[in-house]
């Protein structure tokens, strides 16, 4: 039988709290999401004047994270260079950068999942939510 990490409701709220002082330190509004290992939403929150679709998009990126162990982007790199078949990948609906997984001890146990600035500005946010952890 094996041992993992998992995250505690602490664990979590730390994350979100995180990411969401990196996303109002540049006045960024987005949608913070954070799932546990089977992509399980365990957080949502969409910052003030974030756009109602980004709290579709935010879980879709962090279950595919964390579904995936990696982060979404790689997913969205194979699709631009013409790998167009990912599209159908099922369970996987949120393939744009901006889903970053949460690794402890080299386990997964989650993903956080940023919509609503530049794919890049979601990912930026993610790490520093994952950042918090230590």
Partial sequence: MKTKPCMTLDDVRSIAAAAEAEAQR???????AVVDDGGHLLWLQ?????APISAQIAPAKARTAALGRRESKVYEDMINQ?????????????????????VVDGQCVGAVGVSGVKSSEDAQIARAGIAALG
């Avoid at 969409?46 to 974030?50: E, K, P």
């Avoid at 013409?82 to 997984?101: H, I, M």
């Fill in 46 to 50: 969409r910052l003030d004047g974030a």
């Fill in 26 to 32: 540049h006045g960024w509004a987005v949608t913070i």
């Fill in 82 to 102: 013409g790998r167009t078949s990912f599209l159908s990948a099922p369970g996987l609906d949120g393939l744009l950068e901006g889903g970053v997984p949460i």
